[in-house]
């Protein structure tokens, strides 16, 4: 599968936002949202109504770490309209510790016209999305404990990664937390094809470069 590498912008400077997105667009294949609320995860980031101010022309990864997600899908959906003209190309994902019935939040995703994912964080065992994987269009594995930008790789993760890819050889995986260019070959070896990347894309000297290194 194609490798696609996704700009966090949770590592920028949200005083200018759309410049810093503006900067790494040509480079990358997407833009990813971190919207955090101060509880499920211990920081707070941003809402609905700054992602509609965004300017992107990429596709984007609306990463909802958040408590009850499904209260928030279409005001998401919406925005992201906003910012980047469509929304059919573009991801929302929730993760499965705050999901009772993540199959129907799925569908609540893809009727709100955005493709659905499911996220699980590192000591979440792949089994707890395994009867749900076909509702959904992407995961994404978390290789740090979600929260904060900078942290490093858990390389006990990989495991979860490979096992995921044999169980569904056709599925977009997404790994997110400490990849750099030596973590995104270990990722993509164990099966990966979507890199999410912030520190190390936003506080490189030269971020064309740092995102090239992780190709």
Do not use: W
């Not at 799925?106 to 009727?111: D, H, L, R, S, T």
């Not at 089994?127 to 076909?134: G, Q, R």
């Not at 030596?182 to 890199?195: E, H, P, Q, R, S």
């Amino acid at each position: 599968m194609k490798k696609l590498i996704s700009a966090s912008i949770l590592s920028s400077d949200f005083g200018k936002l759309n410049e810093e997105i503006a900067s790494v667009e040509p480079h990358v294949d997407m833009i990813h949202v971190d919207v955090m609320d101060g509880h499920f995860v211990p920081n707070i980031t941003l809402g609905a109504p700054v992602v509609a101010k965004m300017k992107c022309g990429r596709p984007m990864e609306v990463h909802l770490m958040i408590e009850h997600p499904e209260k928030f899908i279409e005001d998401f959906a919406k925005a992201i309209s906003h910012a980047h003209g469509r929304k059919d190309d573009c991801y929302i994902t929730v993760h499965q510790e705050v999901c009772h019935h993540p199959g129907r939040i799925a569908e609540q995703i893809k009727k709100a016209g955005c493709r659905a994912a499911i996220s699980i964080n590192p000591e979440t065992p792949l089994a707890t999305i395994e009867s749900v994987l076909a509702d959904f269009d992407m995961v994404l594995i978390m290789t740090v404990h979600p929260g904060f930008g900078g942290q490093g790789f858990i390389e006990e993760c990989l495991p979860k990664i490979e096992d995921l890819r044999n169980r569904a050889p056709k599925m977009d995986i997404a790994v997110d937390g400490g990849i750099n260019d030596k973590t995104a070959g270990l990722a993509a070896k164990a099966g990966a094809n979507i890199f999410v990347a912030g520190s190390y894309i936003f506080k490189a000297e030269n971020r064309a470069k740092a995102i090239d290194a992780l190709r």
